[in-house]
T-cell receptor, first 112, second 114 residues
Framework: QKEVEQDPGPLSVPEGAIVSLNCTYS??????FMWYRQYSRKGPELLMY????GNKEDGRFTAQVDKSSKYISLFIRDSQPSDSATYLC????????????FGSGTRLSIRP | NAGVTQTPKFQVLKTGQSMTLQCAQD?????MYWYRQDPGMGLRLIYY???????DKGEVPNGYNVSRLNKREFSLRLESAAPSQTSVYFC?????????????FGSGTRLTVV
């Protein structure tokens, strides 16, 4: 079993829809949770990161962490065609010696 | 702003050939990383350099070597390429070692080994 599981998609939704992207994990020591966005033929770019449980909002994006269920989500409101990309979750225990573990990514397509 | 620059962008190698992937960053970051990305596998860390003068193995180091040439540059060498090394390679940097808030990635090198 992988430490971080992410549905690869593809996920296709109409413009303006609310998008929900999710990851599950098995390591209860993870404390830092990140979402990266990767456009085709580009490197990943950090979208949001959160510490421990709770919600964090940044414009149209909301990151949610439920440590009791070992489940994290990224919500995109009023989705735009420019949001079409692969979204990777990532997580870390946060100590100076800990690794960052990436999910395999969910490919998202927003239809105009 | 250039950020992290990787060269070359594409490369085809024959089995057994060697090559070096180059990476340079202009953000005065201390730490640099090499990842490979394969379908369904996510990003896997090959080697990293927490600071100038140090390098350490990551999750999948076999078949690779690295050199932290100076604070800006971190190269990845394949001594004898194998088809299993066909992948997209990303270099990344961060201000401090394994900074959870701030990795900057390059655009990648697409390598095919035939």
């Amino acid at each position: 079993q992988k430490e971080v599981e992410q549905d690869p998609g593809p996920l296709s939704v109409p413009e303006g829809a609310i998008v929900s992207l999710n990851c599950t994990y098995s390591n209860s020591a993870f404390q830092y949770f990140m979402w990266y966005r990767q456009y085709s033929r580009k490197g990943p770019e950090l979208l949001m990161y959160t510490y421990s449980s709770g919600n964090k909002e940044d414009g149209r994006f909301t990151a949610q962490v439920d440590k009791s269920s070992k489940y994290i989500s990224l919500f995109i409101r009023d989705s735009q065609p420019s949001d079409s990309a692969t979204y990777l979750c990532a997580m870390s225990e946060g100590s100076s010696a800990s690794k960052i573990i990436f999910g395999s990514g969910t490919r998202l397509s927003i239809r105009p | 702003n250039a950020g992290v620059t990787q060269t070359p962008k594409f490369q085809v190698l024959k089995t057994g050939q060697s090559m070096t992937l180059q990476c340079a960053q202009d953000m005065n970051h201390n730490s640099m990383y090499w990842y490979r990305q394969d379908p369904g596998m996510g990003l896997r860390l090959i080697y990293y350099s927490a600071s100038e003068g140090t390098t350490d193995k990551g999750e999948v180091p076999n078949g690779y070597n690295v050199s932290r040439l100076n604070k800006r540059e971190f190269s990845l060498r394949l001594e004898s390429a194998a088809p299993s090394q066909t992948s997209v390679y990303f270099c990344a940097s961060s201000a401090r070692d394994r900074s959870v808030g701030g990795y900057t990635f390059g655009s990648g090198t697409r390598l095919t080994v035939v």
